[in-house]
């Protein structure tokens, strides 16, 4: 007596099981990013319309209504710019203590603690953190000065990450024979690692202060104002942004057109797809170049 | 050479300093919350901290409304991250081919670098509405529109950190699995997955320490409702979350007044939660990571 056509064998069951459970999977991955894909085309198609040369180059007008969103742009534009003034030389410093100088002790053990919980605070808190420091302690005001230091400690823990990785990339070789041939600590990080870490540094950079543009709530009490009818003269005024922009037109003005609205999320969306694009060239061209 | 030596001196100061600086910020952070919320624990009446009601102008200062706002949001992302995070995590680093991989990671990337306020705008625009019409409630600024979304921002981290959890599995570990006759599917779940677990672990905190940090989605969607949630109920009516309240009236508050103080000490208590789970996750690579070397050794 065979067994009967009914009651599959274990192989065959095996294989059924194995193809709907990679079928369950593939369906899953498509369900997480179609939305990403979705929601990148709904806004680039909503927005486009909206998108002209005055729309980037005008002052809004009519209560924002009318006119377009220049000095959020370039509010964005400074406030990405003065996040780096101060993250980028910290960041890369504290990256190499940490790749090429720091001891294996208790104290760099406490270091990158410290990091990882910088990584972790949320961004909310950051913008409580500068408006007690910067803006109330310190005096700065609501201001770009304000805003972009907090920008930059919020962006300090993913740039140090990051160029720390890419410090430690670079062979052990490199540094042999940098030192052998006399060259000290310093010549050999600066002549040497640094320059061959700088595109892994470099993508790094881009993508921390990346984020920093994106954000609405370190600059929330720090730096942004609901409204400017002119440009900020120096780093103590306050400035217009875009992700705070886009919140004050989609939940605060009302009978905002929606063209606006779509119009202002495609810049910023533009603006943050933009860096990351730059990030990912950055990182393929060098990956190609490298002869390590 | 002097003049060199003094050089490399005053350089190497200067690098550890910025090493140093690390340490320097979190204490100063810390410093200034409580500095700043201190205030609020002589200020307001300690029988409303810790009441059940939100609402500043009559003097009512009770975190419980908002801390179970946070926890309705989180928990409701996390129920759907986690399926759908770990999946692809788990395609990405098992299943998929060459090509599908190469479209997948940078796709999630981008949703990773995705400013918050651009998803809370569409939240607001599009998926509350949607929320509203196909749940038939009478308002789609819900908790679980915040919670949908909050999904959407943790999951870049879940899959990111799984994903190198998955793919520092040793390769004997499934060679050996499939050599004994398991499927790969088998050996996914039987061996790979449990070996990666720790890692697993701390993507999914790191995760969900991302979506109670969020802010600006879940001011944009949620309804801003500040009340008690009691029930699964909550999950589909109008919550407030700890972070929400800190940006929505920061700006409206006098300076140096009860509620202005109030505001800084929700910000002391998510810094010091972000403190744990950011503590546990860390030290959970660093156990895995100690066994693992034990174990090849």
Do not use: C
């Amino acid at each position: 007596m065979t067994a009967p056509n009914a009651s599959p064998t274990p192989a065959r069951h095996r294989r059924r099981v194995q193809r709907l459970g990679y079928a369950f999977l593939t369906l899953a991955a498509v369900a997480t990013v179609a939305p990403i894909v979705l929601v990148v085309a709904h806004i680039v198609v909503q927005g486009a319309p909206a998108i002209s040369l005055a729309f980037l180059t005008e002052m809004p007008r009519a209560g924002m209504r009318q006119g377009g969103v220049l000095p959020a742009i370039l509010g964005t534009f400074w406030l990405t710019l003065g996040t780096g003034a101060l993250a980028v030389p910290l960041g890369i410093g504290a990256a190499t203590y940490l790749a090429e100088y720091a001891p294996e002790s208790r104290w760099t053990r406490a270091i990158r603690v410290a990091l990882i919980n910088l990584a972790g605070i949320p961004s909310v808190v950051y913008g409580l953190f500068g408006l007690g420091l910067f803006v109330l302690f310190l005096q700065f005001g609501t201001s770009l000065l304000a805003g972009s230091l907090t920008l930059s400690l919020m962006t300090l823990p993913v740039i140090i990450s990051t160029a720390e990785e890419a410090l430690r990339a670079v062979p052990n070789s490199f540094r042999v024979v940098s030192i052998s041939l006399g060259g000290t600590r310093w010549q050999t990080v600066r002549r040497i690692v640094l320059p061959q870490a700088l595109p892994g540094i470099l993508t790094g950079v881009i993508l921390g202060l990346e984020r920093a543009a994106g954000e609405t709530a370190p600059i929330l009490f720090t730096a942004a104002s609901f409204f400017l009818p002119r440009l900020p003269q120096s780093v103590f005024d306050p400035t217009m942004a875009l992700p705070y922009h886009l919140f004050v037109i989609s939940t605060q003005v009302p009978e905002m057109p929606v063209r606006l609205q779509y119009g202002t999320a495609l810049v910023l969306l533009a603006f943050v797809l933009g860096m990351n694009l730059l990030a990912t060239l950055i990182r393929s061209r060098a990956r190609a170049r490298r002869t390590w | 050479m002097p003049a060199a030596n003094w050089r490399e001196f005053l350089i190497t100061q200067l690098v550890r300093a910025s090493g140093y600086s690390a340490i320097l910020i979190v204490a100063l952070i810390f410093f200034f919350l409580v500095r700043e919320s201190s205030p609020a624990l002589s200020q307001a009446d300690p029988a409303s901290l810790f009441g059940a009601r939100w609402y500043p102008i009559e003097g009512h200062f009770s975190l419980w409304p908002l801390l179970g706002g946070s926890l309705v949001v989180t928990l409701g992302a996390a129920l759907i991250a986690l399926p759908f995070g770990l999946a692809t995590a788990v395609y990405i680093a098992e299943v998929a081919p060459r090509w599908a991989r190469e479209i997948l990671k940078p796709l999630v990337e981008i949703l990773g670098g995705l400013p918050s306020v651009l998803l809370g705008f569409l939240g607001f625009l599009v998926l509350a509405p949607l929320v509203r019409t196909t749940l038939a409630i009478p308002t789609g600024l819900t908790a679980f529109t915040g919670a949908l979304l909050l999904a959407g921002i943790s999951i870049p981290t879940i899959v990111s950190i799984s994903e190198d959890a998955l793919d520092a599995v040793p390769r004997t570990y499934r060679e050996a699995a499939l050599a004994l006759g398991a499927t790969p599917w088998q050996t996914i779940w039987r061996v790979t997955v449990p070996a990666a677990r720790s890692g697993i672990v701390t993507a999914v905190m790191l995760g969900l320490g991302r979506a109670v940090g969020e802010t600006m989605t879940v001011m944009m969607v949620t309804g801003n409702a500040p009340v008690l949630p009691t029930g699964p109920a909550a999950l589909f009516s109008p919550v407030r979350t700890m972070t929400a309240t800190i940006a929505a009236e920061m700006g409206e508050v006098a300076r140096g007044s009860t509620h202005y103080h109030v505001l800084f000490l929700i910000g002391l208590v998510l810094f010091l939660l972000s403190l744990v789970v950011n503590l546990i996750a860390s030290s959970a690579v660093l156990r895995a990571r100690r066994r693992a070397e034990r174990l090849l050794s």
